[in-house]
C-alpha cells in the first residue's frame, strides 16, 4: 500500500523530533492507513501522499495518535468516523 501521509508529517502531527522511532511511527502510519482505507470501503484508490484527500489524510493523522501512544480501545473514534462517513463508498442495495 502507498503511504497517504508522510513520515514527516506524521512526525510532526506527533510532535517527534528525533528519528529514533521513524520505524515505529512508518508502521503505524501504514496501519492508520489500512484502517482508514479499509472503513471508507475503497482499496483500490489511486491516492498517494501528493493526492489524497485532506479529509483522509487527517483521518490517518487522527488514527495514527491513539496507535503510537498505545492507547486501548477502538483507534476509529467517532470523531474520525463522522470525518470519513461522506467519504464511504455506498452500500449497494
Same mark, same amino acid.
Given at each position: %500500500? ?9 512526525? #510532526?502531527? $506527533?510532535?517527534?523530533?528525533? #528519528?529514533?522511532?521513524?520505524? #515505529?511511527?512508518? $508502521?503505524?502510519?501504514? %496501519? ?5 482505507? !479499509?472503513?471508507? &470501503?475503497?482499496?483500490?484508490? &489511486?491516492?498517494? &501522499?501528493?493526492?489524497? +484527500?485532506? =479529509?483522509?489524510?487527517?483521518?490517518? $493523522?487522527?488514527? =495514527?495518535?491513539? $496507535?503510537? @501512544? @498505545?492507547? &486501548?480501545?477502538?483507534?476509529?473514534? @467517532?470523531?474520525? /468516523? *463522522?470525518? =470519513?462517513? *461522506?467519504? /464511504? !463508498? +455506498?452500500? =449497494?442495495?
Amino acid at each position: %500500500m502507498v503511504a497517504l501521509v508522510t513520515l514527516a508529517e506524521a512526525k #510532526d502531527h $506527533l510532535r517527534v523530533t528525533g #528519528d529514533d522511532a521513524d520505524t #515505529d511511527i512508518t $508502521l503505524k502510519v501504514a %496501519m492508520a492507513t489500512d484502517i482508514v482505507i !479499509d472503513y471508507i &470501503e475503497k482499496p483500490a484508490h &489511486e491516492w498517494d &501522499e501528493t493526492t489524497a +484527500p485532506p =479529509l483522509i489524510k487527517a483521518a490517518i $493523522l487522527l488514527v =495514527l495518535s491513539p $496507535l503510537y @501512544d @498505545d492507547s &486501548e480501545g477502538d483507534p476509529l473514534s @467517532d470523531p474520525v /468516523r *463522522r470525518i =470519513l462517513h *461522506r467519504q /464511504r !463508498d +455506498p452500500a =449497494l442495495a
